[in-house]
């Protein structure tokens, strides 16, 4: 069963930073790309970024500059760091898994984690 | 940018009911490239449709997807209770993945 847990969210303060961090079981981690995707409460969904099975990163203009998707495939683990943070960063950070040969499309997600910028 | 524009914004229909969702691109993309996603309050999403058209891996045939270019539909053919919920549109493009601002599908 693939599971993706993550870990890491918190408050913080404007300016800040924090890392997020996934846990994935049940896959063979290093065959997929990664993505983080984001959800203001009672908003729709926002793409933050991406990493290719090489290593390949991407990300929208929003976030580009200030965070930062890695993966260690011997731990099969994704991470976010997050810097400079901002109020409009506020939100739900979900973990998610591109689904093979779909297009684009994204195939399970965790549960989130919830990261509050706030002074 | 490719920007996706989902209609109505609220769907309120009665169970057993048809559903038809609409998600609008800024221009025109490849239908390859198009997915759907149901979220249910407290939940993560679950990949419907991808590809535009094809039903990801356990979702029940009631769920259809179709379109081309710059629009595109997700039909429920006839609405369960489980069904209520919010469906948002994705489209995936030149190393930028979009989404569209969702439909409430609520219950009548």
């Known amino acids: 069963e693939v599971q993706l847990v993550e870990s890491g969210g918190g408050l913080v303060q404007p300016g800040g930073s924090l890392r997020l961090s996934c846990a994935a079981s049940g896959f063979t981690f290093s065959s997929y790309d990664m993505h983080w995707v984001r959800q203001v409460t009672g908003k729709g969904l926002e793409w933050v970024s991406a990493?290719?099975?090489?290593?390949?990163?991407f990300y929208p203009g929003s976030v580009k500059g200030r965070f930062t998707i890695s993966r260690e495939n011997a731990k099969n683990s994704l991470h976010l760091q997050m810097n400079s943070l901002r109020a409009g960063d506020t939100a739900v950070y979900y973990c998610?898994?591109?689904?093979?040969?779909?297009?684009?499309?994204?195939?399970?997600w965790g549960q989130g984690t919830l990261v509050t910028v706030s002074s | 940018e490719i920007v996706l524009t989902q209609s109505p914004g609220t769907l309120s229909l009665s169970p057993g009911e048809r559903a038809t969702l609409s998600c609008r691109a800024s221009?025109?993309?490849?239908?390859?490239?198009l997915a759907w996603y149901q979220q249910k309050p407290g939940q993560a999403p679950r990949l419907l449709i991808y590809?535009?058209?094809s039903r990801a891996t356990g979702i029940p045939d009631r769920f259809s997807g179709s379109g081309s270019g710059t629009e595109f539909t997700l039909t429920i053919s006839g609405l369960e209770p489980e069904d209520f919920a919010v469906y948002s549109c994705q489209h995936y493009g030149s190393s930028r993945w979009t989404f569209g601002q969702g439909t409430k599908v609520e219950i009548k």
């Open positions: 990493i290719g099975t090489a290593g390949d990163t």
């Open positions: 221009q025109s993309v490849s239908s390859s490239y």
């Open positions: 998610t898994r591109g689904a093979y040969d779909s297009g684009g499309a994204i195939d399970y």
């Open positions: 590809g535009a058209s």
